[in-house]
């Protein structure tokens, strides 16, 4: 009675273990924010998009290793028919994140709030674009990611906004 069936996966709720999510998984729609515990870590391969169906967030308390490839990146958006700026909170890698566990390669975040958010973090971040965030692209705090290569374009803010001690390199 509700239409069509959808493919993908559906998300939501608590990565308490470590998980994957497969090209085969794609599209995941993510249905309610996401909260990355300490212990885990949630790995997405390349190719994979993320619709997220609310303004929700991915936040960050463990490892987010996200492997796109130039042919095939990984993309977080809206998952809106008619997308606009800031219907999505974002990615938000807060202080208890493992650094080392959180990589960012060829990923696209589009449509969000702020796009990357940094609390007391440091991911990399290799080859990203952040486009249409309706604050900034990337927004630090006491934090201090590698940055290398990347688009941060079209945001109504800044690309990058550094406050509180933050220092990309």
Known sequence: EGGAPVSGRSAFGSVVSDTVWRSSDSPVWLLGPLTIASNATLR??????????????????????????????VVFTSAQA??????????RFNDSSLDAGCVLSNVVVAYAQTGVACYDASPTLVG????????????LERSSPVI??????????????????????
């Open 128 to 139: 990203c674009t952040v486009i249409e965030s309706s604050q900034n692209g990337i927004y």
């Open 82 to 91: 008619v997308p606009k700026r800031g219907d999505w909170l974002g990615l």
């Open 148 to 169: 290398r290569g990347g688009v941060f374009e079209n945001n109504t803010q800044d690309g990058i906004y550094c406050a509180y001690l933050s220092f990309p390199q």
């Open 44 to 73: 997405v391969d390349p190719g994979v998009t993320v619709n997220v169906l609310g303004n929700w967030r991915v936040d960050v308390f463990g490892g987010l290793a996200v492997g796109g490839t130039t042919n095939r990146p």
